[in-house]
């Protein structure tokens, strides 16, 4: 058998277009296909290149990495001939000097196991998840032979899949034998990968410090959070990777998110501000609000939201004061010029929806995410001869009929215009203008509710009016 037989490798890829990024493997198992497993990469860490690959060998509806002659028993010909066709397209994409990790998942990880067992200083790493190594196939496993080599090894307790004796004999020889590195995860489950595994493994991931002195690029951010919203699955923090990353960063790449959503044909309608609370701002270590912007594909009516659900990942409502503005601002303002800027005020609903796990993020991550926005809902106009007045306009959220949050408007600053002085002092030193006729949301004030199907919420502002969704 030649690598001649097999057809050109199938690709799919995730996570940095950097040709130097760490490059992170993805395996699938057999009878399935990598882009079955390439999901897993949304829930890694950020900062890596992750590529799914497809087995050479069709089989059934799927693929498979090597004949076999029994379940984990690959045919030692077969699997020679494969992992030669896998090197020769891993030599081309991750030439030496670029870190490979090999995550390999039931018979992707027998075929994860060949190959560094292989060749162990080829690899920076690999997890065997669920699958066994491949013992008496043609690979040496002599004692020694991954030494320090970093190791992650998963199994389930009632794993009904892969043998008894060839799970054991992996576990033993990754712990007592090959002299690896080895990290363990025991499941109380059968043959499949579950959440804790996918938080082991990206833990693991993390550990393996292959990001140490690499910056995190906007691009490559940008690119994930583009890539989470359109398939509705979070991802995790990018300063998990990278501690020292700042909002000067996180603005770049909403820079790059709002180039991105203008030529995809969206229209920037205004801004928003968040942390627009002392709460909040010693939450997140920060003395002052961050800003972010609106597209007019963000806008929904009050009857839409409920059809919109599908679109977001985890979205949560809170009541906001908006303000459209009256004239263009540019640079900085003094309060009387602040309120001299506004033309009309509204009751409105925001809805948040993070692109990271569980709303776990620090400050150059929700500044990346575009503060988190999401969605808006605007009620009428309203003009006001006073804007000082604003301070003690009152607020409640209801949900289902019961008040579950209340404020005024002083929660927004001590004072709601004040968000205004914010904005146009952040526009100057961006070199923005904001147009005449732009909304401004002002920030929240009180928490945000999740949004659930089938709850109705209404938010009540004094002078302002009533703004209802029903799910």
């Known amino acids: 058998m030649t690598t001649a037989t097999y057809p050109a490798p199938v690709v799919a890829t995730y996570g940095s277009t950097d040709p130097a990024a760490p490059l992170v493997v993805l395996l699938h198992g057999r009878g399935s296909a990598e882009h079955e497993i390439l999901g897993l990469a949304q829930h890694l860490p950020v900062g890596p290149a992750y590529a799914a690959v497809r087995a050479p060998i069709a089989e059934g509806g799927g693929y498979a990495w090597f004949a076999n002659r029994g379940i984990g028993r690959p045919v030692a010909a077969s699997l020679e001939s494969t992992m030669a066709w896998f090197s020769t397209w891993l030599d081309d994409v991750a030439p030496a000097g670029r870190p490979v990790v090999l995550v390999g998942f039931s018979g992707g990880a027998a075929f994860a196991g060949g190959l560094v067992l292989d060749d162990p200083a080829r690899f920076a790493g690999a997890a065997i998840l669920f699958g066994t190594l491949p013992f008496d196939a043609g690979v040496p496993t002599d004692a020694g032979r991954l030494a320090n080599l970093p190791v992650l090894v998963a199994q389930g307790d009632v794993d009904h899949v892969i043998p008894r004796e060839l799970l054991d004999r992996t576990w033993d020889y990754l712990l007592a034998e090959s002299a690896a590195t080895t990290a363990t995860l025991r499941r109380p489950g059968g043959h499949g990968i579950d959440a804790e595994t996918v938080h082991a493994l990206g833990e693991w991931i993390t550990t393996l410090a292959l990001l140490h002195g690499r910056p995190m690029r906007p691009e490559d951010a940008e690119a994930t959070l583009r890539s989470a919203r359109g398939s509705r699955r979070a991802v995790t923090p990018f300063t998990d990777a990278d501690p020292a990353l700042d909002a000067a960063w996180g603005y770049g790449v909403q820079d790059l998110d709002r180039q991105q959503r203008l030529a995809a044909g969206e229209t920037v309608i205004g801004t928003k501000l968040g942390l627009t609370s002392e709460a909040k701002q010693q939450r997140m270590n920060v003395a002052e609000p961050i800003v972010g912007f609106l597209t007019d594909v963000m806008r929904v009516d009050e009857h839409s939201v409920a059809a919109s659900l599908g679109r977001w990942i985890q979205p949560r409502i809170e009541p906001e004061i908006g303000f459209v503005t009256g004239q263009d601002i540019t640079g900085p303002l003094a309060l009387a010029e602040a309120a001299r800027a506004v033309d009309a005020v509204t009751v409105a609903a925001e809805i948040i929806d993070s692109r990271y796990d569980d709303y776990r993020f620090r400050l150059p991550d929700v500044v990346a ?6 969605g808006l809902v605007a009620g009428p106009l309203v003009r006001l001869d006073d804007l000082d007045a604003l301070v003690d306009v009152r607020c409640e959220l209801e949900v289902d009929g019961q008040v579950v949050h ?48 089938g709850s109705s919420y209404v938010i009540r502002m004094d002078t302002l009016g009533d703004l209802s969704v029903r799910l």
């Open 369 to 374: 995410d575009n503060t988190s926005a999401a």
């Open 406 to 453: 209340a404020a005024t408007g002083a929660a927004i600053l001590g004072h709601p215009l004040l968000a205004i002085v914010h904005l146009a002092t952040h526009l100057g030193q961006q070199g923005r203008t904001l147009p005449a006729g732009s909304l401004v949301l002002a920030g929240a004030l009180t928490d945000a509710v999740p949004l659930v199907a």
